[in-house]
């Protein structure tokens, strides 16, 4: 069901300084800067590799990010796994038990299909991701 990590996402109070801290100290290159309106975020993916980096700023004090970033810091914020079919993936999750956060897939980053599982039952915050084509 699980193909590989598709990003690894980062909370992050200035896209802009962390951007620099990506690019120019780590060498690193950004694929693209993006609002995502319904997760009052702004995000900046980051290529490593075969995989990604998601950093993500807050575009709204009450958002999820300002919470997480006002209860923890910066930081790591959640591990995305990259399914073929997140609607089955989801169908399959809920019968084994595994507590969701959305129970209907929503839009992510690069026209994704994305939803995030409960961190109360898979110990840290996980989303699920289904590329766009
Ligand atoms: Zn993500």
């Avoid at 780590?26 to 995502?36: A, C, N, P, S, T």
């Avoid at 796994?81 to 980053?109: C, F, N, W």
């Amino acid at each position: 069901m699980i193909k590989k990590i598709n990003h690894i996402g980062i909370a992050v109070n200035s896209i802009e300084d962390a951007v620099k801290l990506y690019t120019d100290v780590l060498g690193l290159e950004v694929k693209g800067i993006e609002i995502i309106a319904e997760q009052k975020a702004k995000t900046a993916i980051i290529a490593v590799g075969e995989t990604k980096i998601e950093l993500i700023e807050s575009t709204d004090p009450e958002g999820a990010i300002a919470r997480h970033i006002e209860r923890r810091g910066e930081g790591l914020h959640h591990l995305a796994l990259e399914v073929s079919d997140i609607q089955s993936a989801l169908e399959t999750l809920k019968e084994k038990g595994i507590l969701l956060v959305d129970e209907e897939p929503r839009t992510g980053v690069e026209n994704s299909k994305i939803a995030f599982l409960h961190p109360k039952g898979t110990k840290a915050l996980i989303e699920i991701v289904e590329p766009r084509e």
